[in-house]
Nanobody, 122 residues
Framework: QVQLVESGGGLVQAGDSLRLSCAASGRTFSSYAMGWFRQAPGKERELVCAISGRGTIAYYVLSVKGRFTISRDNAKNTVSVQMNNLKPEDTAVYFC???????????????WGQGTQVTVSS
């Protein structure tokens, strides 16, 4: 069982930066791929970025490539995403998720955080 708690959301202007963090419980954090999903009103939840258990492979959806960077610290059981040059279309609730290790581009969210709101004004 893994419990996930996100932090770092907020209201920013276009072009600003935010850093989301997710703290995980459990002793086997490095055995999970971790990722960030987001869901905007009226839209389906989408995988934004993910990282393999050892942090060697990362995945980014095309719309955030070059702007978002995902990282993890297995010693601290944390995963973070640095979001730069934010755009209004990045506005969504962002969820931290954990799933079986493997290709992070196919992350299956077995465990979920409660979500944190990111709002980007134009």
């Amino acid at each position: 069982q893994v419990q996930l708690v996100e932090s770092g959301g907020g209201l920013v202007q276009a072009g600003d930066s935010l850093r989301l963090s997710c703290a995980a419980s459990g002793r086997t954090f490095s055995s999970y791929a971790m990722g960030w999903f987001r869901q905007a009103p009226g839209k389906e939840r989408e995988l934004v970025c993910a990282i393999s258990g050892r942090g060697t492979i990362a995945y980014y959806v095309l719309s955030v490539k070059g702007r978002f960077t995902i990282s993890r610290d297995n010693a601290k059981n944390t995963v973070s995403v640095q979001m730069n040059n934010l755009k209004p279309e990045d506005t969504a609730v962002y969820f931290c998720a954990a799933g079986p290790d493997g290709d992070p581009g196919f992350l299956r969210g077995d465990y979920w955080g409660q979500g944190t709101q990111v709002t980007v004004s134009s």
